[in-house]
Each structure stands twice: as structure tokens, then as C-alpha cells.
């Protein structure tokens, strides 16, 4: 057997091992593999709740290296992400590289391990420069510390809802020639269904078709300008399993609705043009999903 059928059926073995972890995913699974084992940093572009980070943890668990997460925000200055002296010491000690408190970005480079920044459209200019040097070199020169060189499994990931304008920031050109870039989209219906009997447990799997098909309706109702994630199906399920446990509800169906409501609502976004409210459609979601099957009668919106 060559080297190269070797490593091939290696590489294979490791990523049927990395995919027991995960419900569906395999094509993301195999680009953002190779693309991190060929030592690259990667950029996952796609709205909330779509198993972006899911896939990297799964692989740097499989790897035995740390995963460290940031939140990309205004207050990820570049000396949140690089780090710090502490001030206290410095008082009694002057600065050395004793005192000083490593972030996020050293923590990942000094231990060889993943940073994954959530939302990088949302962080200061400044602080991506910061970032991109690293990415570049490999290495960042830390005042009265040093330069601080990256382990070998060091890797730069990123997030981004390309959807949410909110905050956001406009990503430079110089950005994207960094970054190999994946378009992380929903899952398929069977998919989802499987990711939350996963997550919840359930047995129960009308509850949970149920759940899955409202809340992907969210996604393509025309006065939803933002519709849900599975993680609005994953506590639609759990919710509606305690409520059952109540007994108080005469139907099924009602069960499912207050479940719907109290998971959704704050899920979804409404168009500006609507008047409707988020109660208002996901109770017409509810309505059509359980009262418009063929031979049914569709109700007319509620208020």
C-alpha cells in the first residue's frame, strides 16, 4: 500500500469519526476539513442556528485541541483579543512578561487550538488588522512580551449572518482574501428532525415533525423578513413536552401553539411593511400547518 492510499484512508477514517458527532452536515464536514488540515484559515457565512460552530467543535475535538470562542462585537478592542498586563502587578512590578494575561488570540496561537470569532462583521476595524497579521505571519509581536509564534494547528475561523445589517460593519476586500469562504445554509427537513430528537430526547416524533415544520415555515413566509432556526423547533419540542405533563391543555394542538409562541416569537422577525405582529404569523403558521392538509379548511388569520 503507497503512502498516499495510506494517508487517504486515514484521512477517511478521521472524518467518519468526526461526522458520528454530527446530524447531516457531511459536505460542510469534508470542505471545512480539508480546508483547516491544509492548514487554512475559513470563513462560514449562513444565518444563525446552522451547526457552523457545531462542526468545529466536533473537529477539534477529534484533533485533541482547544476551541476557544469570541464573540466579534465593539468591545473586542485589539487588546481584548491580544491581551493584557495586569495593571495591579504592574504597579508593584513595572511590566514583564510575568504579568502579562494572554487573550483570546494568544490563548489559541500558544496552545495550537481553533479561535472561532462569532459575528465578525459586528468587530472594530482595528481589531481585524490585528487579526489578519496574525493569520498572515503566524506570530504576533506583543509589547514588553515579545513575539509570540502560533503551534502548527493554530487556525483562524470566523462566523457571519450575511442577512443581519444590524451593527454590522461592511467586511473590506483585504478580509475576504484571508479567509477560504463556505455558505453555510439551513439543513434539509429530515436533517432537522434528527437534530432535534438528538438535542431533546423526544420519541415523539409528530411532536417533533410538527415542531420542525412550523418553524421552518418561519423561514419563507412572506411577512417574515427573518425566520427561525432548528433552535426554535428544539425548544418548541421541549417546551410542549412539559406543558403535556401539565395537563391543562384540551387539545393537542393547542399544546403546540403556546409552545410555538413562546419559542418562536423572539426568533423571528417581522417586515417592516407588516402589520402583523410575531404572535399573529406564527399563529397563522400554526393554523395553516394543522387546518390546511387536503379535504381541511384553512382559518383565516387571529389576532
Known amino acids: 500500500m503507497t503512502s498516499t492510499t495510506t494517508e487517504s484512508s486515514t ?16 459536505r460542510e464536514l469534508d470542505l471545512v476539513l480539508a480546508a483547516v488540515t491544509a492548514g487554512r484559515d475559513i ?8 451547526g457552523k460552530s457545531t462542526v468545529l467543535r466536533a473537529i477539534t475535538g477529534n484533533w485533541g485541541i482547544p476551541f476557544v470562542l469570541v464573540e466579534g462585537n465593539a468591545e473586542l478592542t485589539p487588546a481584548r483579543l491580544v491581551g493584557h498586563h495586569n495593571p495591579a502587578r504592574v504597579l508593584r512590578e513595572d511590566y514583564s512578561s510575568d504579568n502579562f494575561v494572554a487573550g483570546p488570540l494568544v490563548e489559541a496561537m500558544r496552545s495550537g487550538g481553533f479561535l472561532y470569532i462569532e459575528e465578525l462583521n459586528r468587530a472594530p476595524e482595528d481589531t481585524l488588522n ?4 496574525s ?10 512580551v515579545g513575539t509570540i509564534a502560533a503551534e502548527p494547528t493554530f487556525r ?3 462566523s457571519m449572518n450575511p442577512f443581519d445589517n444590524v451593527g454590522t460593519a461592511r467586511i473590506s476586500d483585504s478580509v475576504y482574501d484571508r479567509w477560504c469562504r463556505l455558505a453555510v445554509g439551513y439543513q434539509d427537513e429530515s436533517e432537522e428532525v434528527g437534530i ?3 438535542r431533546t430526547g423526544s420519541e415523539d416524533r409528530k411532536l417533533i415533525g410538527d415542531a420542525v415544520a412550523i418553524t421552518r415555515a418561519t423561514r419563507s413566509h412572506p411577512e417574515l423578513r427573518r425566520g427561525s432556526s432548528v433552535r426554535g423547533a428544539i425548544d418548541m419540542v421541549a417546551i410542549a413536552v412539559e406543558l403535556e405533563k401539565l395537563g391543562t391543555y384540551s387539545s393537542r394542538e393547542n ?3 403556546d409552545a410555538a409562541l413562546l419559542s418562536l416569537s423572539a426568533r423571528v422577525g417581522v417586515d417592516e411593511a407588516s402589520e402583523a405582529g410575531p404572535e399573529q404569523v ?5 393554523e395553516n400547518h394543522f387546518f390546511s392538509s387536503p379535504g381541511g379548511q384553512r382559518r383565516v388569520r387571529t389576532a
Open 196 to 198: 432535534v430528537a438528538v
Open 130 to 133: 490585528v487579526l489578519l497579521a
Open 255 to 257: 399544546l403546540v401553539l
Open 282 to 286: 406564527i399563529t397563522e403558521i400554526w
Open 156 to 158: 483562524v475561523l470566523a
Open 43 to 50: 470563513l462560514l457565512e449562513g444565518p444563525p442556528g446552522t
Open 11 to 26: 484521512g477517511r477514517a478521521r472524518r467518519d469519526a468526526i461526522a458520528e458527532s454530527l446530524v447531516g452536515r457531511r
Open 135 to 144: 493569520m498572515a505571519e503566524r506570530e504576533v509581536a506583543v509589547p514588553r
